[in-house]
C-alpha cells in the first residue's frame, strides 16, 4: 500500500509543477454526476479538477516547495489545477459553476504566478473582467478620440461643401 501512496503523491507533485495556477476548494457534498459535469467544464478551459486526500495534498506541496497554511483545509478538499497562461477563466468558471450548484465549493486558496492568495481574494479577482474584455476596454479608449476627432473633421467637410453648393446656385 505504501507504493500506491508514494505514486498517488508524485502524481499530485507533478500537477503541482506542471501547472501555472492552482485554486484550493473545500466541498460537502459533491455528487459524482455533478463532478464530472464539473471536471467537464474545466477542462474545456484548459483545466482539470481532482479531488485529493488531505495529508497526501500537503506532503506534495510540501515537496513543491509551496507554503500553504493546513488549518484552512477543512472538510473535503478539491483543487483545480491550470494549465493556461490565463489562469482566470478556468477560476471563473469552476466559482460560476459552483454558484449555479448551490455553492458547492468554498475557494479556501489559490495559488496564481507564483503568489497564494486567500479564498476571498480570488473569488474577488474572478469577478474582474477577463483579460480579452479588458484589451476591448483599452483598444476603445485608445480609438474613441481619433473617432471623434474623425467625426468632427467629417462635420465641417460637410458644412464647407453645403457652403460651397449655395454659393454657387446663387
Known amino acids: 500500500m505504501r507504493k500506491e501512496k508514494e505514486l498517488l503523491l508524485n502524481e499530485i507533485k507533478d500537477k503541482i509543477d506542471g501547472s501555472t495556477a ?3 476548494a473545500s466541498y460537502d457534498k459533491l455528487e459524482p454526476n455533478t463532478s464530472w459535469q464539473l471536471r467537464d467544464l474545466l477542462g474545456k478551459s ?3 479538477f481532482e479531488v485529493v486526500r488531505k495529508r497526501v495534498f500537503l506532503k506534495a506541496i510540501e515537496k513543491s516547495g509551496v507554503t500553504l497554511d493546513e ?3 477543512k472538510g473535503h478538499i478539491g483543487v483545480v489545477f491550470i494549465n493556461q497562461p490565463d489562469a482566470m477563466a478556468p477560476i471563473k468558471a469552476a466559482i460560476k459553476f ?3 450548484n448551490a455553492n458547492l465549493l468554498q475557494v479556501v486558496c489559490g495559488q496564481i504566478d507564483g503568489k497564494m492568495m486567500p479564498g476571498a481574494e480570488i473569488e ?4 474582474l473582467p ?4 479588458m484589451r476591448a476596454n483599452m483598444l476603445g479608449l ?3 478620440p481619433m473617432a471623434l476627432t474623425l467625426s468632427v473633421l467629417e462635420a465641417v467637410i460637410a458644412q464647407s461643401d453645403s457652403v ?3 454659393t454657387s446656385e446663387s
Do not use: P
Open 22 to 24: 492552482m485554486v484550493v
Open 46 to 48: 484548459g483545466s482539470s
Open 71 to 73: 488549518t484552512l483545509l
Open 98 to 100: 459552483s454558484s449555479e
Open 124 to 127: 474577488m479577482l474572478s469577478k
Open 130 to 133: 477577463g483579460i480579452n474584455d
Open 142 to 144: 485608445f480609438v474613441m
Open 164 to 166: 460651397i453648393e449655395k
